[in-house]
């Protein structure tokens, strides 16, 4: 009788210890999943105040993904919004690494002048990685870099009829159509505008997180 009494009160004990465990293990889940996304950040501001520290940099420097992601420190430091790993990655995503060809063309003295002359044109960056991307079109960005009015290419294509003829006809090559957006992140405007849709969304989840947490039980 006492060898049985031991023996259920060492049970007791395990599935005591196990149910604090999971109930722990609960508690933190729910932390977890209910760590709340700031309602109101000003995104612009924080991310135009990280960049202003940067040295040599002006708004619509051309933005690769090394300078996108120390941006995001910043701005999770200083508004408390911790990205979700796959809103991250999704962001990272539509960057360019830093070694990539453009990255290189457009970090150099010249690059950078020129990146300058162009940031402002409809679709700039979106052509000139477009064109990065068609055969001999990296040699012809090189030319154009290097070259004291290699940017009116670009304005030619942003500004004139001809030019959009002429985009249109270098889409034919299957790159791509230079007349509309690549979809990727090249300056800190479109850097603010994708995470306010991250923003957005994350409320948008958190809510219907809130909404079923509510309603199950």
Do not use: C
């Not at 120390?70 to 990655?89: H, P």
């Not at 870099?145 to 006809?169: E, F, T």
């Amino acid at each position: 009788m006492l060898r049985a009494i031991r023996i259920f009160r060492s049970i007791f004990a395990i599935g005591l210890g196990t149910f604090v465990g999971l109930v722990g293990s609960a508690s933190k889940l729910e932390a977890a999943q209910t760590a709340s996304v700031p309602r109101t950040i000003d995104i612009h501001a924080a991310i135009q105040e990280h960049f202003s520290y940067q040295r040599d940099y002006r708004s619509g420097d051309f933005l690769t993904r090394g300078k996108v992601e120390e941006a995001l420190k910043t701005l999770e430091r200083k508004t408390g919004w911790q990205l979700e790993a796959g809103d991250r990655e999704t962001l990272l995503k539509q960057t360019l690494d830093d070694k990539s060809f453009l990255a290189q063309q457009l970090s150099s003295k010249l690059g950078k002048q020129f990146s300058r002359n162009i940031q402002a044109l409809p679709l700039g960056y979106d052509k000139l990685d477009r064109l990065s991307q068609l055969p001999q079109g990296r040699s012809t960005i090189e030319r154009l870099v290097i070259g004291p009015d290699g940017h009116k290419l670009l304005q030619y294509m942003a500004n004139s009829p001809g030019g959009h003829d002429l985009s249109r006809m270098l889409s034919q090559d299957g790159k791509g159509n230079f007349e509309k957006p690549t979809g990727k992140i090249y300056d800190e405007k479109q850097l603010t505008l994708a995470l306010a849709q991250l923003h957005k969304s994350a409320l948008a989840r958190q809510a219907g997180a809130q909404r079923t947490g509510t309603g199950s039980r």
